[in-house]
């Protein structure tokens, strides 16, 4: 872990760190007999962009909820910005409103407007009565009119959620996320079923937002070629535990951690997959 250390006037040290999420020897099962996830260790950084890969089934969509406080570990420890997620903890619950989540279902209500579906994230920020009633300052409605203008939905405000196209409401369901303020991004296969052109289209937009708004995003794939282009580092996960972690800079792969793959191994690993 990269630490930097500084020394107040008061003698004290205050540790700085680039990890953001944490997650050491970490099992859980659904069942408490078989396991879903099996010794997992991840270390991400503030600010990047990080792809966890891997066939349906594998346990990606498990880790994301273990992120986010949905489920708890059988075993080992997670730690997101040094707090342990669990949703019935109060300290957490505030951090929790930091984390942006898009479910595979993208969780949009389908019978109300745009506009309507990007304000519910602002509802953490609002007092009881306003979040109750679903009462938006103008300045929160504007902040979503801007959010929707970022991906390409401006002048879509009031159409209803079920009227859009998949790469739409995609793009709804990130706007939304973004209404929260988040400092952490987690989307689950939200470029699947997709064109390519639609997947990379949403690719590129989570990228720019990612950048413009320092996020860290953490995103679930199938496609292991999409994930290798547009994220710093890239897991995969088999059968439950990781196998392998790439890290890349540009269109390099800086460095591996792997047991003993070739690259080509690596790229026709779920290429049967990322054609279906």
């Known amino acids: 872990m990269e630490l930097l250390l500084m020394k107040k006037s008061s003698s004290i040290s205050t540790i700085f760190t680039k990890k953001i999420i944490q997650m050491n020897n970490v099992s859980t099962s659904y069942d408490s007999k078989n396991y879903a996830l099996k010794g997992i260790n991840l270390s991400i950084d503030k600010g990047t962009n990080y792809a966890i890969v891997g066939k349906s089934g594998s346990g990606k969509s498990t880790l994301l909820k273990l992120m986010n406080g949905m489920m708890s570990p059988s075993e080992g420890t997670i730690k997101i910005e040094y707090q342990t997620p669990k949703m019935n903890d109060k300290n957490f619950k505030v951090l929790m409103h930091k984390i942006g989540y898009i479910p595979q279902s993208l969780g949009l209500i389908k019978n109300i407007s745009v506009l309507e579906n990007v304000l519910i994230g602002a509802l953490p920020r609002l007092g009881k009565i306003q979040s109750m009633f679903k009462i938006f300052p103008e300045k929160e409605i504007q902040e979503a009119k801007n959010i929707l203008k970022l991906v390409g939905l401006s002048g879509k405000e009031e159409r209803k959620a079920y009227m859009l196209s998949g790469g739409e409401k995609r793009r709804v369901a990130i706007a939304r996320a973004l209404m929260q303020k988040p400092t952490i991004l987690l989307a689950d296969e939200i470029v699947s079923e997709l064109d390519q052109a639609t997947a990379r289209e949403i690719m590129e937009l989570i990228s720019d937002a990612q950048k413009r ?64």
């Open 213 to 276: 708004m320092n996020l860290t995003a953490i995103m679930v794939h199938h496609d292991i070629r999409l994930a290798l282009e547009y994220s710093n580092r890239v897991a995969v996960i088999q059968e439950g535990e990781k196998i392998l972690e790439i890290g890349i800079e540009g269109d390099k792969i800086m460095d591996f951690e792997t047991g003993g793959l070739t690259n080509q191994e690596i790229l026709e690993m779920y290429s049967d997959e990322s054609k279906k």
